[in-house]
């Protein structure tokens, strides 16, 4: 349990100022209510003495109005710095998520998938915002709070402060039990938790190919069965601790009992005052008000240091950078020196070696699953090699600073995203300083002006999430105009043209031309003119570079690639890339 308090403080970072300061005003709300037993103290002692003044009475409504007052004081600064600190510590460790993950390798994406990091950073962080300070101010103060009664109890009478004390033991042994139990239930219900999340967003994603195939029944059925794990895992939570809750209770009410009983018997035996008798005998009532309060939250505290783990474990997974430096380029020439790469088991390069010259245009040629793509990621290291290196301008990849390596690289993917935002704001994520002006040029040059200009709110037109509401040749052209604003010395084009229609595809030819003069070039493309004004072609083909040279060369050497050139027509699994 304590392990558990300490998590939190530990979460709670630079905000552990405002959580002692709501503890504070906790312990103040506990000291204020125990002024009602002072008020009780007078008025029944006024009832009992034969002088009935008033001055008791007023006494006694005075305390119990300071005891009202000093209670709605306290707990309303107490919640206040719980909700500052629940939601200002979630926020900054979602940021710092957010952070991270642009660092991480893109292995991790591949073991966990968006639905768990989507969960993490939604639901299993809701948790610890609503809940966490609330949970351990209300678990500590509650504790606290109890102490003071009973050390109260034990100034006044030994024998009913030690009854009391054994009673607290008690019941701390039995939540220590109860937290044991509940930790590994707490991770399962967590766990459950994000399959569900995952599984939603697996189903809104897909609603085009659930609608399309007609599989609308067995796709609901998997978040059934999410909601389903989900719905276990609370009840196995709350199954879990029930018997703890049902013996704390039986502790808390024997213990009462004995207290009243105890107290009952000293006043007969004449060991203090009938008005302390009666004082005794609401205590005994109430003494353990607070620390039930304190046991309750035991569930919650588990399922949160559940929670506060897994965001960790996120927020702590090992960053590509660590020893990176800030690097400025002399050159650009690129260099693949004996590259080996596996996904898995899978080896996409076997020993791997060329050089791409800077401001030299390199095409990409193989089959499809060859490894075009991969190569290009490695570049830019979404990837780090298994053996061998890559550098650029005589730096190897892996000494850059991701920052400083991605400075020096614009990429057109071909499968294009885009942000729920703005046109304009699409165009300069790479670039976030650019003007207006910029942008529009920026848009001309890859031929999507016009077609911006003619939507009714023009560059500020917000575009649905992975840009959703653009064709896919828009998309592709948007994202052409974000790398020609970036202007970046190295062009990574990853058949960039394939969506646009034959139409367009002269036009931003010529754009990408514009974008990619005086560069460092290389491209994947479907296209045979693209390729054949390439510098050098690689020709890719069961994790070898089986070919390199000019298309005239290349097809003079009457090899893969003049065959694919032959068969370009039929060859409808093969890509000029
Ligand atoms: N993240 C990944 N994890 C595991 N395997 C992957 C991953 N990405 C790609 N692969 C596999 O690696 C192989 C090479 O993929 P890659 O996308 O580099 O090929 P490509 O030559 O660009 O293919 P295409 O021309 O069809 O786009 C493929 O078999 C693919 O299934």
Not at 171 to 196: C, I, P
Not at 284 to 311: H, K, R, Y
Request: aromatic letters at 10%; one cysteine or more.
């Amino acid at each position: 349990m304590l392990g558990t308090l300490k998590k939190i403080f530990a979460f709670a970072g630079n905000r552990k100022g405002l959580l002692k300061k709501s503890l504070f005003f906790s312990f103040l709300n506990g000291i204020f209510a125990s002024f009602q037993f002072g008020a009780l103290y007078f008025i029944v002692d006024a009832l009992a003495s034969d002088n009935h003044s008033l001055t008791s009475v007023w006494l006694s409504l005075g305390m119990m109005m300071l005891s009202i007052a000093g209670r709605i004081f306290s707990s309303f600064f107490s919640m206040n710095e719980q909700t500052v600190v629940g939601y200002g510590m979630v926020a900054d460790k979602r940021i710092s998520i957010g952070d991270r993950l642009r660092y991480i390798p893109m292995g991790y994406f591949n073991k966990n998938n968006i639905g768990t990091i989507t969960g993490i950073v939604t639901t299993t962080l809701g948790d610890v915002e609503s809940s966490a300070p609330v949970a351990l101010v209300n678990m500590i103060g509650g504790f606290f709070n109890s102490v003071v009664l009973i050390l109260f109890l034990l100034l006044f009478n030994w024998q009913l402060g030690l009854v009391a004390l054994v009673g607290v033991v008690c019941y701390l042994l039995v939540t220590e039990a109860a937290t044991r139990k509940s930790t590994s239930t707490a991770e399962k219900r967590q766990s459950a938790q994000r399959g569900l999340v995952e599984a939603v967003l697996e189903y809104i994603q897909g609603m085009g190919v659930v609608k399309s195939f007609g599989f609308e029944k067995d796709s609901s059925q998997s978040i059934a069965a999410a909601i389903r794990d989900s719905n276990k895992g609370n009840l196995k939570l709350v199954y879990a601790v029930a018997p703890y809750i049902a013996l704390q209770q039986l502790i808390v009410r024997i213990f009462s009992t004995i207290l009243l009983i105890l107290s009952i018997y000293l006043y007969t035996i004449n060991a203090f005052s009938f008005v302390y008798g009666i004082l005794f005998v609401v205590l005994s009532f109430t003494v353990f008000n607070n620390l039930e309060s304190a046991g309750s939250q035991i569930t919650m505290l588990q399922m949160l240091a559940s929670s506060i783990d897994t965001a960790n474990s996120v927020d702590n997974t090992p960053v590509m950078d660590e020893k990176g430096t800030d690097i400025t380029l002399q050159d650009t020439n690129i260099v693949f020196d004996n590259v080996d790469f596996s996904y898995s088991t899978r080896k996409i390069l076997d020993h791997v070696s060329f050089s791409i010259p800077e401001k030299t245009t390199t095409a990409i040629v193989g089959p499809s699953g060859a490894g075009k793509t991969t190569m290009c990621n490695l570049i830019a290291r979404f990837w780090d090699v298994n053996a061998g290196k890559i550098t650029i301008g005589g730096t190897d990849v892996r000494d850059f600073k991701l920052d400083s390596l991605m400075k020096n690289i614009s990429m057109v993917f071909q499968s294009v995203y885009l942000f729920a935002d703005t046109i304009e704001n699409n165009i300069k994520f790479g670039c976030p300083d650019a003007t207006h002006e910029q942008v529009v040029e920026a848009a001309k040059k890859a031929c999507c002006h016009d077609f911006i200009s003619a939507l009714p709110e023009g560059y500020d037109t917000v575009i649905g999430e992975g840009g959703g509401t653009l064709s896919g040749g828009e998309k592709q052209r948007i994202s052409i105009a974000r790398a020609m604003l970036k202007n970046a010395p190295i062009i990574i084009l990853d058949e960039a043209t394939s969506s646009v229609d034959p139409e367009n595809e002269d036009e931003l030819q010529r754009a990408i031309e514009a974008l990619t003069h005086n560069k460092t070039i290389i491209m994947i493309a479907h296209r045979l003119k693209t390729v054949r004004n390439a510098d050098q072609i690689l020709v890719l083909n069961n994790a070898h570079i089986v070919q390199r040279g000019t298309h005239a060369e290349l097809i003079r050497q009457k090899g893969l690639y003049a065959d694919f050139v032959s068969a370009r027509q039929e060859a409808i699994g093969w890509k000029l890339g």
